[in-house]
Every structure is written in C-alpha cells, then in structure tokens.
C-alpha cells in the first residue's frame, strides 16, 4: 500500500514520458469465468487490476488513516518501530535507478511486527492484522485460479506458501514525503521508484487515490496505470514468469 503527502498532484513519479492506457485487464473474481481471463490477463500484460474482490472498504479504509496518522510522527517517534530487519521503520533517499525523491516505509512480517506501531500501537496493529487476513484471503483466491490456469497441482501450491507459519511474505507501506531538494532545482515535486521488476510470485498493490504507477507492455512503451481506491493491482513477479515459460 502507497500513502501519499499532499497535494498528491504535485508527485508523479517521472520515469520516462508514457501515455494513459484505459485497457488494463478487469478481473472480477465473483465470475465464474475469472480463472481463465486472469491466466489471460498475466500472459499479455503480467498485471491486472481485480474488482469484488472480498476485502471490506472499511478496512482500507482504517488502516490508511492509521498509516497517514504514524507517517506524520516525529521521525524520532517512527524509529521506534525500529530498523526494516525483517519488520520495522525505513527511510532512504531513492535514486539510484532513475529513481526521484525519497520514500520511508514500515515493512512488517506478519509474524514479527514491531512492538511500538506510533502512538495508538494496539489500534494500528490490529489495523493491519484485519486487512492482511482480508489480502491473504483474497491472494490465496488468485493464487488457486493461477495454479488452476497453468494446471499446476495441487492447485494450492502456491497459496499454501503464504498461509505457512513461517511464509516468508512481507506487507510493506509506502509514504513519499515532499522532495523540497529536487522540488528547489526542477520547480516541481516529482518522486517515485525507478524502473522494475519484482521477484515474487505476484505482488499486490494498492494506493490511495493518487496517480503514478506506471507499467511497460510487451513492446517496451510504458503506460500509466488510472488509480483506483476501490480495486487492487496484481503485478506477475519474476518466479510466475519463470513458472510459466516451464509450464
């Protein structure tokens, strides 16, 4: 999940110049054909966008004002929840991949999550606790269609990675302050990750209602991806495409 300063206008990020691209493919994962329009969606685009998909709004909805509310702490407060090693507090200037600006971020394992979480820690951990068991829920769904799709069996293959106890999977939050260095040298605010890939097997995504992501298609131009506060983002990471080429 991406949390976004205000005015969130002012921060595109600025990989390279793309046009807006209306045809991202819809999953509605309450239709009896979203199985084979996923499997579909990942071999043209490796990315789709998923409706009906089961989370509650007011559980996005309270967890992305427990986030705004721990991103405006004093930094001093925010390190408390200690380093990202594997769950706690960052904050790093990005650049190094044509990337602008600066990003802090909690990063959380759903079993180790740091033991201060801002000043109300029990009403932000059980924040994220709900929404994570709604996302792992609907992940889980998606990662079945897929295994189904690529007639994997058993076809929780992959789901049962991330219900494991000790599943590796990680739930990370975004905040990209102002830049007031870049913004002193271009007149604008323009911050966000360079180009990349993940290596995953899917990667879920969700922002406010801010525009910025942005996608390459199969013959290399970018698009920009229309935000949506109600949807989620399904990204193909690295280890599904190497799945699929074997497949």
């Known amino acids: ?8 206008i002012e921060q595109l990020p600025l990989i390279r110049n793309c ?14 054909d979203s199985e084979a329009l996923l499997i579909e969606a990942c071999q043209e685009f490796g990315f789709f966008k998923v409706i009906n998909h089961g989370v509650p709004m007011d559980l996005i909805s309270k967890l992305e004002a427990e986030a705004v509310n721990f991103f405006s702490l004093p930094l001093s407060e925010k390190e408390k929840a200690g380093p ?15 990337d602008i600006g600066r990003v802090e971020y909690l990063l959380l394992n759903p079993q180790s999550f740091p033991s201060v979480f801002g000043q109300n820690p029990d009403v932000f951990r059980s924040a994220v606790s709900d ?3 709604a996302v792992r829920k609907m992940a889980c769904q998606i990662l079945e269609l897929l295994a189904d799709g690529l007639m994997i069996q058993p076809r929780n293959v992959f789901s049962k990675l991330l219900m494991d106890e000790q599943s590796d999977s990680v739930f990370r939050l975004n905040h990209y302050p102002p830049y007031p260095e870049r913004q002193a040298l271009s007149g604008k605010c323009t911050i966000g990750f360079g180009e990349h890939t993940d290596p995953q097997i899917i ?6 209602n ?3 992501l942005q996608i390459s298609l199969r013959n290399g131009n970018w698009i920009s991806v229309p935000p949506d ?3 989620f983002f399904i990204n193909v990471g690295d280890s599904l495409q190497v799945q699929q080429l074997f497949s």
């Open 131 to 133: 929404y994570l068991s």
């Open 84 to 98: 990202p090693n594997p769950s706690g507090y960052g904050n790093k200037r990005i650049g190094s991949s044509g």
């Open 210 to 212: 801010t525009s910025g």
């Open 1 to 8: 999940m991406g949390v976004f300063s205000k005015p969130a």
């Open 229 to 231: 506060e109600n949807s």
């Open 19 to 32: 046009m807006p691209f209306s045809g991202i493919p819809l999953i509605d994962l309450s239709q009896p």
């Open 203 to 208: 990667s879920v995504l969700r922002s406010n």
